[in-house]
């Protein structure tokens, strides 16, 4: 068991819904930012949602925004992704990241500790 786990991946048609959750060790969670990236296939990992410490503020790519919302539960060290309105293009396996501080990114680099990655395929 790693330091973070993501579950609630699948398919689903365009237009449908999933939320995905990442549950992390104290140290991957606790006083740290968190973050989602994808990875298309065939494509580089790229920024997906990104949550601080305290969860007072998020941020999300252009591509998402007004269709995913990112959110954590400091109680369960829980991070979620609920993901509406879904896309082929949202197509890709989605990691959960921990932060190396406790404000946010947007850049890979920014994280330490990542999760095996959770399958979403949409389909048309």
């Known amino acids: 068991q790693g330091d973070l786990v993501e579950s609630g991946g699948g398919s689903v048609q365009a237009g449908g819904s999933l939320t995905l959750a990442c549950v992390a060790s104290?140290?991957?969670?606790?006083?740290?930012?968190m973050g989602w990236f994808r990875q298309p296939p065939g494509k580089e990992r790229e920024f997906v949602a990104a949550?601080?410490?305290?969860?007072?503020?998020?941020y999300y790519s252009d591509t998402v925004k007004g269709r995913f919302t990112i959110s954590r539960d400091d109680a369960k060290n829980t991070l979620n992704l609920r993901m509406n309105s879904l896309k082929p293009e949202d197509t890709a396996v989605y990691f959960c990241?921990?932060?190396?501080?406790?404000?946010?990114?947007?850049?890979?680099?920014?994280?330490?500790?990542w999760g095996q990655g959770t399958q979403v395929t949409v389909s048309s």
């Open positions: 990241a921990s932060g190396k501080t406790a404000n946010w990114g947007t850049l890979a680099y920014e994280y330490r500790y």
């Open positions: 104290d140290r991957a969670f606790s006083n740290y930012a």
């Open positions: 949550i601080n410490w305290s969860g007072g503020s998020t």
